[in-house]
Protein backbone atom coordinates (compact mmCIF):
# COMPACT_ATOMS: atom_id res chain seq x y z
CA UNK A 1 0.00 0.00 0.00
CA UNK A 2 1.21 3.43 -0.70
CA UNK A 3 0.24 6.92 1.00
CA UNK A 4 0.96 9.97 -0.85
CA UNK A 5 1.13 12.66 2.71
CA UNK A 6 1.48 16.08 1.25
CA UNK A 7 3.55 14.97 -2.40
CA UNK A 8 6.07 13.10 -0.08
CA UNK A 9 5.66 9.54 -1.01
CA UNK A 10 5.83 6.90 1.83
CA UNK A 11 5.29 2.87 1.93
CA UNK A 12 2.89 1.28 4.34
CA UNK A 13 3.70 -2.11 5.53
CA UNK A 14 0.48 -3.94 6.81
CA UNK A 15 2.07 -6.83 7.30
CA UNK A 16 4.43 -5.46 10.00
CA UNK A 17 2.41 -2.57 10.30
CA UNK A 18 5.33 -0.04 10.12
CA UNK A 19 6.04 2.71 7.62
CA UNK A 20 8.92 3.23 5.50
CA UNK A 21 10.31 6.89 5.06
CA UNK A 22 12.87 7.36 2.35
CA UNK A 23 16.03 9.27 3.90
CA UNK A 24 15.05 12.26 2.12
CA UNK A 25 11.11 12.59 3.20
CA UNK A 26 11.45 12.19 7.17
CA UNK A 27 11.67 16.01 7.76
CA UNK A 28 7.96 17.15 8.33
CA UNK A 29 6.51 13.57 6.92
CA UNK A 30 6.30 11.84 11.00
CA UNK A 31 4.53 15.46 12.10
CA UNK A 32 1.76 14.94 9.52
CA UNK A 33 1.68 11.19 10.08
CA UNK A 34 1.28 11.31 14.11
Do not use: H, W
Amino acid sequence: CCIADLGLAVRFVSESNEVDLPPTSRQGTKRYMA
